[in-house]
């Protein structure tokens, strides 16, 4: 390229000039959708790179035999097989799969309706209550302070808490209001649940506060203006104009959850079963295909889930 | 250099002495690093892959100090220390594991096996490892994965276990003990005797045991034998129908609120113990130890059935060769010659070669923690904190009555699979 031009130049320089405009020009007709393509490649390689490409492989995965020590490549059904294992025979009792499911979900939908209303109340307060951008700052930053220990000092912190000997027991039991310690406040369900919505409120926050901070405030004072009760430009304008945060929200929210272990193994002392606790055993058994399996099951569902709510709110549309 | 061998006064030697000098600046800059003796000087560095069990700060610092080979310890879970070895072998040098992942590591061809014969110590090995049999001539329960079965290769590259002793040894044995059930005296208030008090409905929602599939079921399987519902041929070897009993009983006391937590790490066994959250459950001996260094009482209770134990060794990555695998038998041999031995012996372990660990520890700790005699003085962790004081008697007596009185081994079942299986119900239950 250099060399010709080169010659080019030395031998008439205007026509180097000429083919100077005619190579801006057609920089110019670079279509707008192939500069779009190029600003969003780089984050696409990546996600193909660490997403997409280990997604197939755990596809492929699944559908592999293994023995003790080693993955088989020969196709097999095995790692599904035994994963519904008596879900026909057992009938009208659940299989392994269907209860583990049907408590991961019940877990999901309870974490997710309180982390709902928590974080909508509290975005609403950062959005229309705090009038510095300063103060709402600092107010955000704070909710991020259950990230800030490990899974493990944050089991152990709950034992003094909720335990049986705990603070909350013994304080019950000094005011009389029990006579007995009560057992459920820790290594059950209401603990699970109390430990995801202390972590995961967070993430409800921050997509409905983005969505809040963006209503036009003149639009409530309209409603005002109009007659609107507080309820009713609560149900019928702010609601309606939050409704991409409160998706995201929610879909974040609820893909944490359904592949969470860590945090329901610790909280429900491990005795309460969930679709991410499948895949962990398998894995440390060394039996990667089943695992693979549970994975892409896992992924089939929490992605139904999410279709489900984007048919709610077109996100893309809302954006 | 023509001037230097017309005058006398510079001689060789002073000529040596800057020469030497210079190479030493030379190689103290890093200016030749591909001189042969730069090399010599290269640390000796090991990658130890293991559990947190032998990994003190106190042994690979000693163990520097003694050989000049530095230890980078890698830690893990004991599944992901396997995982670790089937997917990225040559992530590491020295394999620190337990016997029972054998019949998963050996078959993968991935590790190397060593040869006896250039372990100083190797006869002096507990007969424990190589007979089956404490040094008092007590034989010791075979159930499950038992050392001796899987000590030997049949060749260098064999991937089966030899039926005698060869000069091929799988994992060179450091570290065992027997475990039994950890019990809270001072709640409990009576004798507890038996496997299968942990499902007593008296300790409804106070009792746990560990969520480590392999491990639990052994113990699952002691308290199905001890409340006499059924007698396993082999406990570390069960068939379908056997676990499916014995998940069959676990599940009926989970369900009924019996467990109050399963426990997967150290840690999370000695705070159930010492808040109170369970006043019974499987636990590891210097668990116990930490529960009753915090103040609180807290029993290694012996019980009739016998112990349900565990043992440990080193071998070395496929990858390992020349030099790298000299410091590796280098290391075995300084871990065997006693420092090692006495540390986990003050642990409430015990160490594979008796008698060096013995020369390493005091009369008064030897008698206390191996003869199961009443300590004459106080008795300290390795760390210098106190344990025990004097007068106090290590629970279950004697290493002869503690390892005498196993009855099966952690182990990897053939139908382990299945039993993996079982235990995702279980949990889901």
Known sequence: MDTSEDILQQ????????????????????????????QAGPMMLVF??????????VVIVSFWDYNEYQLLPAFSGRGYTDTFEGCIAQLPDLCTIAKTYLKTLKLCFLVWIITLFIGFWVAYFLAF?????????????????????????????????LGRNGLVNSGLVKTGLI?????????????????????????????????MVRIDKSLIEAAYDAGATGFQTLVNVIIPLAKPGIVIGSIFVITIVMGDFITIGVMGGQQIAAAGKIIETRVNALQFPAAAANAVILLVITFLIITMMSRIVDIKKEL | MTETTRKKGLSRRTLLKSTAGLAGLAAGSGAITGFPYVMSAEPKVLRYLGTAVNEGDDISKQCLKDTGIKIEYITATTDDVTKRVMTQPNSFDVLDTEYFSLKKIVPSGNILALDARKIKEF?????????GQTPGGKKIGSQGTAPWKVLYLEGKDSKKF??????????????????????????IKRPISSWSELLNPEFKGKASILNIPSIGIMDAAMVVEASGKYKYADKGNMTKEEIDLTMKVMTEAKKAGQFRAFWKDFNESVNLMASGETVIQSMWSPAVTKVRSMGIACTFQPLKEGYRSWASGFCVSKGVSGAKLEWAYEFVNWFLSGYAGAYLNRQGYYSAVLSTAKAHMEPYEWAYWMEGKAAEKDIKAPDGSLLEK????????????????????????????????????????
Not at chain 2, 416 to 429: L, Q
Request: one cysteine or more; glycine letters at 4%.
């Open chain 1, 129 to 161: 209550h705090v009038k510095s951008k300063t103060w709402q700052m600092g107010l955000s930053l704070l909710c991020t302070i259950p990230f800030w220990t490990s899974n493990v000092i944050r089991m152990i912190a709950w034992i003094p808490l």
């Open chain 1, 179 to 211: 006579n007995h310690p009560v057992e459920w406040l820790l290594f059950s369900e209401f603990s699970v649940v109390l430990a995801l919505v202390h972590l995961f409120t967070f993430f409800m926050v921050v997509p409905i506060f983005n969505s």
């Open chain 2, 123 to 131: 006869d002096n090995i507990t007969p424990v490892f190589t007979k």
């Open chain 1, 48 to 57: 193909l790179a660490f997403f997409l490409i280990p997604l197939v492989f």
């Open chain 2, 162 to 187: 030899a039926t005698s002793a060869t000069e091929f040894v799988t994992l060179i044995p450091t570290v065992y003990n027997a475990d039994t059930l950890g019990i809270r005296p001072d709640i």
């Open chain 2, 390 to 429: 004097a007068g106090a008697v290590r629970d279950g007596g004697s290493y002869e009555d503690r390892m005498g009185g196993v009855a099966c081994w952690n182990a990897v079942m053939d139908e382990n699979d299945y039993m993996v299986r079982k235990w995702n119900e279980f949990i889901a239950a």
């Open chain 1, 11 to 38: 031998a008439s320089p205007d026509l180097v000039r000429g083919s100077e405009t005619a190579r801006r020009s057609k920089a110019a007709r670079l279509s707008p959708s192939f500069i779009s393509w190029l």
